[in-house]
C-alpha cells in the first residue's frame, strides 16, 4: 500500500516554457503532499507543502510565481515550473502521507533538463 | 526548527562487514525517524523508522537505535551486500504542528565492495 506515482519521469523542455508534474497517491487519500528539489549528491530541500483544497505553503526563498502548486483533490497535486530557466534544471519529488502519524512516502521523482 | 546532521557523509565498507550512520537532532520533542534508502535517480524508499517510546527496531539486515537523551539515533547494517550500495538519509520532523513535513539529514554515500 501508499504508493505514490510522479509524471513524467523525465523532461526536456526549452527556457521560457511551462512544464507541469504530477504526484498522484494511487491507493489512498492524501490530504497533504509536499514537493521537494534535489540537486546532485545532495540532500532533499523541501520547497512547499501542498494542500487539498487551499494554497499551498511554501519554504523560504522558493518563489510561489515560478513554482506554482495546485492540489485539486485528494489523489493529485501538480507542480508548475512557469517560465523555466537552465538553472531550474533538477530532480524533483513528490511525496504524500496516508494519514496522521503515518510514514512518508516519496514518487518517483521527474528528472527536469531546460535547455 | 528542527537540525538533523548526519555522519559520514561517505561509507566504504567490505561485503560482509557492518555499516554504521549515525544522526543528531535538535528538537527534544521529535518523536518519529525514518530512514530513506535512495539509489542513483530512483525516489526514497523508507527501510526502517522507529518511535520514541522504543529504543531499538530491528528488521532483518537492518536495525535502527535511538537514544533520547542525546538526541541521536543510528542506523546498523549488518552482513552488508553489494546491494545495500546507496545514499541512505535520516530525518526528522521538522515541527510540532503538522504531520510529514521532515527535516533530512545530509546523506551517507555506501558503498560496498565485494
Known amino acids: 500500500g501508499a504508493v505514490v506515482s510522479q509524471h513524467p519521469s523525465r523532461v526536456i523542455c526549452k527556457s521560457g516554457t511551462s512544464v507541469k508534474i504530477e504526484c498522484r497517491s494511487l491507493?489512498?487519500?492524501?490530504?497533504?503532499m509536499f514537493w521537494y528539489r534535489q540537486f546532485p549528491k545532495k540532500s532533499l530541500m523541501l520547497m512547499a507543502t501542498?494542500?487539498?483544497?487551499?494554497?499551498?505553503?511554501?519554504e523560504q526563498g522558493v518563489e510561489k510565481d515560478k513554482f506554482l502548486i495546485n492540489h485539486a483533490s485528494l489523489t493529485l497535486s501538480t507542480l508548475t515550473v512557469t517560465s523555466a530557466h537552465p538553472e531550474d534544471s533538477s530532480f524533483y519529488i513528490c511525496?504524500?502521507?496516508?494519514?496522521?502519524?503515518?510514514?512518508?512516502?516519496f514518487g518517483n521523482g521527474t528528472r527536469l533538463t531546460v535547455t | 526548527g528542527e537540525n538533523v546532521e548526519q555522519h559520514p557523509s561517505t561509507l566504504s565498507v567490505q561485503e560482509g562487514d557492518s555499516a554504521v550512520i549515525k544522526c543528531t537532532y535538535s528538537?527534544?520533542?521529535?518523536?518519529?525517524f525514518p530512514w530513506y534508502k535512495q539509489e542513483l535517480g530512483k525516489r526514497p524508499q523508507l527501510i526502517i523508522d522507529?518511535?520514541?517510546?522504543?529504543g531499538e527496531k530491528k528488521d532483518q539486515r537492518i536495525a535502527v537505535t535511538l537514544n533520547k537523551t542525546a538526541k541521536h539515533f543510528s542506523l546498523h547494517i549488518t552482513e552488508t551486500q553489494p546491494e545495500d550500495s546507496a545514499v541512505y538519509f535520516c530525518?526528522?520532523?521538522?515541527?510540532?504542528?503538522?504531520?510529514?513535513?521532515?527535516?533530512f539529514g545530509a546523506g551517507t554515500q555506501v558503498v560496498v565492495t565485494p
Open positions: 511525496s504524500a502521507i496516508a494519514a496522521y502519524n503515518s510514514p512518508l512516502h
Open positions: 491507493d489512498f487519500q492524501a490530504t497533504t
Open positions: 501542498s494542500n487539498e483544497g487551499s494554497k499551498a505553503t511554501y
Open positions: 528538537d527534544s520533542a521529535s518523536n518519529y
Open positions: 522507529i518511535r520514541s517510546n522504543v
Open positions: 530525518a526528522a520532523p521538522q515541527g510540532r504542528d503538522s504531520w510529514g513535513k521532515f527535516q
